[in-house]
T-cell receptor, first 114, second 112 residues
C-alpha cells in the first residue's frame, strides 16, 4: 500500500523529447507538490496544488506543465527536454496547507536526458 | 541568502557519539520546522517536527528551536552506522503562498 506512488522510477530520454511523470496519493490529502532534486541533492519546490488548484508555481520554465485531474493525482509533463532537466523529481503530498503539516514523498523519478 | 541554510558536511562522528546538525532560516514568518532523513537513492522521510521554542525529544532524537535566532537543530544521541544519511531541514511558511522550503541537507557519516 504505497501512500504516494510515482511512475516511472527511471526515465532515460533524448534531448528534445516530451515526457510525462505520473503521481498518485491514496492518503486523502488535499495538497500535492512536485520537487526537483539536483545532483547536489538540493530539493527545490516546483509546483504546489491544493484540491486541484495551482497555488504555487516557482520560477520553472513553461516547458514544465503540471496537471491535476483530481486531488489524488498530480502529473508532470515536460516538453522539449534539455540536458539540464536531468535530476530526480519527487512528488509529495500533505494533508492540507496548515503550517504544521508534513510532506510525504513518492519514491522519486530519476530523469536522465542524453 | 538562501532561505534555509545548512552545512553540507560531511559530518563524521564515531558510533555512540552525539551528532549535532544545524539549520538557519531567513523568513521570520516561518512557523513550523521539520527534519527529514534521506538515504542515498531514497526519498526523504520525516524524523521530527517542532513548532515551539525549546527542545522536543523523540527517542534518540532531539530537535531544538530558537525563533529569535532563527535557528533549528537536530541532535542524534548514541549515533549508529544506520543513521548515516543526508538530513534535510525544512520550513513551512505562508509568505507569498504556503510552501515547504528545504535546506540543501547535511551528509552524516557514523563510523563503526
Amino acid at each position: 500500500d504505497t501512500a504516494v506512488s510515482q511512475t516511472p522510477k527511471y526515465l532515460v530520454t533524448q534531448m528534445g523529447n516530451d515526457k510525462s511523470i505520473k503521481c498518485e496519493q491514496n492518503l486523502g490529502h488535499d495538497t500535492m507538490y512536485w520537487y526537483k532534486q539536483d545532483s547536489k541533492k538540493f530539493l527545490k519546490i516546483m509546483f504546489s496544488y491544493n484540491n486541484k488548484e495551482l497555488i504555487i508555481n516557482e520560477t520553472v520554465p513553461n516547458r514544465f506543465s503540471p496537471k491535476s485531474p483530481d486531488k489524488a493525482h498530480l502529473n508532470l509533463h515536460i516538453n522539449s527536454l534539455e540536458l539540464g532537466d536531468s535530476a530526480v523529481y519527487f512528488c509529495a503530498s500533505s494533508r492540507n496547507r496548515d503550517l504544521g503539516t508534513e510532506a510525504f514523498f513518492g519514491q522519486g523519478t530519476r530523469l536522465t536526458v542524453v | 541568502q538562501k532561505e534555509v541554510e545548512q552545512n553540507s558536511g560531511p559530518l563524521s562522528v564515531p558510533e555512540g557519539a552525539i551528532a549535532s546538525l544545524n539549520c538557519t532560516y531567513s523568513d521570520r514568518g516561518s512557523q513550523s520546522f521539520f527534519w527529514y532523513r534521506q538515504y542515498s537513492g531514497k526519498s526523504p522521510e520525516l524524523i521530527m517536527f517542532i513548532y515551539s521554542n525549546g527542545d522536543k525529544e523523540d527517542g534518540r532524537f532531539t530537535a531544538q528551536l530558537n525563533k529569535a535566532s532563527q535557528y533549528v537543530s537536530l541532535l542524534i544521541r548514541d549515533s549508529q552506522p544506520s543513521d548515516s544519511a543526508t538530513y534535510l531541514c525544512a520550513v513551512n511558511r505562508n509568505t507569498g503562498g504556503f510552501k515547504t522550503i528545504f535546506g540543501a541537507g547535511t551528509r552524516l557519516f557514523v563510523k563503526a
